[in-house]
């Protein structure tokens, strides 16, 4: 089995920062994609960011220029900094992983989520 734990989130005020960490393990034998997704309440999940593993990263276009993604492959861990919050940048963060297992192929596999709030 494969594990994402997420940590970092929590409550800042509009205008500060937050960094959430997401550490994988399990049975992995190579991490092909990591990133963050974000789920508000009433609304769908959508991405924030990627990353691959040689460090190509996408971000959703309303993050472009607040957020910035990376990884350290040796630690199988994916972090977000996440600078100048909106209210609206309020959700729950779920941490992405695509994954590639001994013997099993590849497969998508999702943190339990760490919330983030941004009062005003």
């Known amino acids: 089995q494969v594990q994402l734990v997420e940590s970092g989130g929590g409550l800042v005020q509009a205008g500060g920062s937050l960094r959430l960490s997401c550490a994988a393990s399990g049975s992995i034998l190579r991490i092909n994609a990591m990133g963050w997704y974000r789920q508000a309440p009433g609304k769908q999940r959508e991405l924030v960011a990627t990353?691959?593993?040689?460090?190509?990263?996408n971000y959703a276009d309303s993050e472009k220029g607040r957020c910035s993604i990376s990884r350290d492959n040796a630690k199988n861990t994916v972090y977000l900094q996440m600078n100048s919050l909106k209210p609206e940048d309020t959700a729950v963060y779920y941490c992405?992983?695509?994954?590639?297992?001994w013997g099993l192929g590849m497969s998508d596999y999702w943190g339990q989520g760490t919330q983030v709030t941004v009062s005003s």
């Open positions: 992405y992983a695509k994954v590639t297992r």
């Open positions: 990353i691959t593993s040689g460090g190509t990263t």
